[in-house]
């Protein structure tokens, strides 16, 4: 059966469409309905206590819905539970208001700390603002991720303390799909954070895309939403400048990329992902930049992605649990 590219982007419809050549024995297409499922996910975290699983079963089956997959984690000796559940469900049946009314009935129950439902296909993308300097890697892949489809967000403006010339690749890019770009030229004495909040205030969480500026805790106390930044370096270890010749000085064997959450202590925010890649002898300072390079993207698009996909929680003081 064809479909308009219309029809195509919107789930949870019934969709009526006559066929006056064909039919099934028995039935008539001109009143048949054919109905197209969401795809729902929902984290939870709450004090441990018998039960907690049943219910959230049962929250989506008593409204037709139907669970494929779920992850528990509940840690030895902490009276803590944590799950996260991917579930597909008839808009019709179980209208997005009901739902998160439903979901809110079992955060009060068992006390949550924790209760978020997202629906992708029917609410609104995460909006967020890429903060970035004068190196261009992670900045343009993150773009090109946005643009292929595998980040599921908005991007409203990208940030940079580097002015870039009106024909670089990336003032382009950003021109051809009306992304504004902001240049604040910093100096020691004044950070600019003030002009960078009113650009920011309305996003949903920042990304520092090789962001080489530190963000006071003013200011992120004043934007109260987590930023997620890329380091270049496999932290705990290596914090600071200059990462990569850190870690060639040492004589390392394996080298990393590391994003995280982003706090007032300098690399030191609850880690969401790490990636790492063998290096010997044979390397010098320029190839361990490149290979971090590379690991710095593929890190960077992961974390965001598993961020929007309600996969990472945060676990005692600086910690994550990523599903």
């Not at 580097?162 to 670089?168: A, E, I, S, V």
């Not at 770009?181 to 009113?198: A, D, P, V």
Request: overall charge positive; hydrophobic content about 40%.
């Amino acid at each position: 059966m064809a479909f308009t590219k219309k029809a195509a982007q919107v789930l949870g419809v019934i969709v009526n469409r006559p066929f006056k050549s064909s039919g099934f024995a028995g039935q008539s297409l001109d009143t048949r309905s054919f109905t197209s499922l969401a795809h729902g996910v929902h984290v939870f975290h709450c004090p441990d206590e018998v039960g907690i699983v049943a219910k959230l079963s049962d929250c989506i089956a008593s409204r037709g819905g139907n669970i494929l997959g779920a992850d528990v984690f509940v840690p030895e000796n902490k009276n803590v539970f944590y799950s996260r559940s991917e579930f597909i469900f008839d808009p019709i049946k179980w209208p997005r208001k009901q739902m998160d009314e439903d979901f809110l009935k079992l955060s009060k129950k068992f006390n949550a700390m924790r209760s978020v439902v997202r629906v992708p296909i029917l609410d609104p993308k995460y909006k967020i603002a890429v903060l970035a300097s004068k190196q261009d890697h992670c900045l343009v892949d993150l773009l090109h991720g946005w643009q292929d489809g595998r980040l599921p967000v908005e991007i409203t403006c990208v940030i940079s303390n580097h002015d870039r010339g009106p024909n670089t690749h990336v003032i382009r890019f950003l021109e051809r799909h009306g992304i504004p770009y902001h240049c604040l030229q910093t100096i020691k004495e004044n950070k600019r954070e003030g002009e960078m909040f009113e650009l920011v205030q309305n996003t949903d969480f920042l990304v520092l895309a090789r962001y080489m500026q530190i963000l006071s805790g003013n200011f992120l106390r004043s934007y109260g939403k987590d930023v997620i930044n890329i380091h270049h370096g496999l932290l705990p270890s290596f914090k600071g400048g200059h990462p990569s010749k850190q870690a060639f000085d040492a004589g390392v064997k394996l080298i990393g990329a590391t994003s995280h959450f982003v706090t007032e202590e300098l690399d030191a925010g609850p880690i969401i992902e790490q990636m790492v890649e063998r290096v010997s002898h044979r390397d010098n300072l320029h190839s361990f930049v490149q290979k971090s390079e590379s690991l710095e993207k593929q890190c960077l698009l992961k974390a965001i992605k598993s961020y929007c996909e309600l996969r990472v929680l945060p676990y005692e003081k600086n910690k994550t649990v990523v599903f």
